[in-house]
T-cell receptor, first 113, second 114 residues
Framework: GAGVSQSPRYKVAKRGQDVALRCDPISGHVSLFWYQQALGQGPEFLTYFQNEAQLDKSGLPSDRFFAERPEGSVSTLKIQRTQQEDSAVYLC???????????FGPGTRLLVL | GESVGLHLPTLSVQEGDNSIINCAYSNSASDYFIWYKQESGKGPQFIIDIRSNMDKRQGQRVTVLLNKTVKHLSLQIAATQPGDSAVYFCAENGYQGGSEKLVFGKGTKLTVNP
């Protein structure tokens, strides 16, 4: 079956630009997660949704980062006024229910120049 | 504080050998652990998981061992193949405070030599 998909796969932005990253979770998966992965590091948690409710946003690094999942399916991670330190791979994962495995998408590689 | 880490950043093995990748965790309250494989340019791929009420779990060519006494997790890959070359992460499901997030270690890069 179809896995988690993300778009775009690559994004180059000039410093100060706004970007929007999209995640399509596995159909029927209730939970959705966003992670940030710096080069050579493990993924780090950003935020978590259960259906349309954002239950944990403790990992968002600043108020320039905003995530939404208005209909409980597709999610968008928005970064305003991008900075060079925002350059990373942004991973989305979805999960059928609590306590179950998170399945990851291929990620969006963001480069801020 | 909570942390999940790996002892060795790189591991090089010969094709056909068995590989062992280790991981230490510090949160004794964690009750679910996962191993992921990540190939270059791809997202983490689920390999195997284990809950804290188990000591060992086996999959196809992979075995995960959990030692709660010393807070240690290991992944064993039998008859390692070139396709196993990747970065391997252990992750801990942090239920603390209601959070559902995964906490990842830095990863071990496995290289399989033909």
């Amino acid at each position: 079956g179809a896995g988690v998909s993300q778009s775009p796969r690559y994004k180059v932005a000039k410093r100060g630009q706004d970007v929007a990253l999209r995640c399509d979770p596995i159909s029927g998966h209730v939970s959705l997660f966003w992670y940030q992965q710096a080069l050579g590091q493990g993924p780090e948690f950003l935020t978590y949704f259960q259906n349309e409710a954002q239950l944990d946003k403790s990992g968002l690094p600043s108020d320039r980062f905003f995530a939404e999942r208005p209909e409980g399916s597709v999610s968008t991670l928005k970064i305003q006024r991008t900075q060079q330190e925002d350059s990373a791979v942004y991973l989305c994962a979805s999960r059928l229910g609590q306590g179950l495995t998170q399945y990851f998408g291929p990620g969006t590689r963001l480069l801020v120049l | 504080g909570e942390s999940v880490g790996l002892h060795l950043p790189t591991l090089s093995v010969q094709e056909g050998d068995n590989s062992i990748i280790n991981c230490a965790y510090s949160n004794s309250a964690s009750d679910y652990f996962i191993w992921y494989k990540q190939e270059s340019g791809k997202g983490p791929q689920f390999i195997i998981d284990i809950r804290s009420n188990m000591d060992k779990r086996q999959g196809q060519r992979v075995t995960v061992l959990l030692n709660k006494t010393v807070k240690h997790l290991s992944l064993q890959i039998a008859a390692t193949q070139p396709g196993d070359s990747a970065v391997y992460f252990c992750a801990e499901n942090g239920y603390q405070g209601g959070s559902e997030k995964l906490v990842f270690g830095k990863g071990t890069k496995l290289t399989v030599n033909p």
